[in-house]
């Protein structure tokens, strides 16, 4: 978890790869569906260019197709999901249904101005349509103020990890591989 710009596409990418498993984004996938142009695409379109969370229905519907997929067999890491509440008890059902236990939730914090900073630096290379300057906006404020009851949750089931996610990929990385190790 993360707020935008917080690298946590970056580090999940990278977890994913140390361990041999996939690195699921929820707003990659909603990407490459509304470039596919597909019902999923259609629906989640509006959501995401006004820097809105897509409805839970339609999210946890797509995340429970995706871990079924074979190549999530032996775990898998989940980037930008959950959000809401109800996502982390679809979650909760989930992992579950599929014998899978969470072993961290790790959250990459981030001051307001770094943030800002990488995500206009982002806006200028990746042409994301979500990186204009009132989406951005909105996409920050609807993170702080949404994220504090799953954070509180999942503090107290004890697997919560507050990680500096400030300095370069390679210092987050190492942070992060240590907070992992810890719990193996
Ligand atoms: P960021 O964290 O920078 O906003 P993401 O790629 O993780 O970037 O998400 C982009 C957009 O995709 C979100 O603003 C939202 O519209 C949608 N999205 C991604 N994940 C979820 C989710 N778990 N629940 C609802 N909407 C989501």
Do not use: W
């Not at 379109?45 to 229905?57: F, H, K, L």
């Amino acid at each position: 978890m993360g707020p935008p710009g917080s690298g946590k596409g970056t580090q999940a990418g990278d977890i994913g790869e140390r361990h041999g498993v996939p690195a699921i984004s929820t707003g990659d996938i909603f990407r490459a569906n509304v470039d596919a142009d597909t019902p999923l695409g259609h629906l989640a379109r509006e959501y995401i260019e006004a820097g809105e969370y897509v409805p839970d229905s339609v999210t946890i519907d797509m995340l429970r197709d995706r871990v079924d997929q074979p190549d999530c067999e032996q775990g898998f890491v989940l980037d930008g999901y959950p959000r809401t509440i109800a996502q982390v008890g679809a979650l909760d059902e989930l992992l579950t249904s599929t014998r899978h236990e969470l072993r961290a939730v790790l959250v990459l914090e981030v001051d307001r101005d770094e943030l800002v900073d990488r995500l206009v630096r982002r806006a200028a290379t990746e042409g994301r349509t979500d990186d204009s300057e009132d989406v951005i906006r909105r996409r920050l404020e609807l993170y702080a103020d949404e994220t504090d009851p799953l954070l509180s949750e999942y503090d107290s089931r004890g697997v919560l990890v507050r990680l500096d996610g400030s300095g370069t990929r390679a210092e987050v990385a190492e942070r992060v591989a240590e907070a992992l190790a810890v719990r193996a």
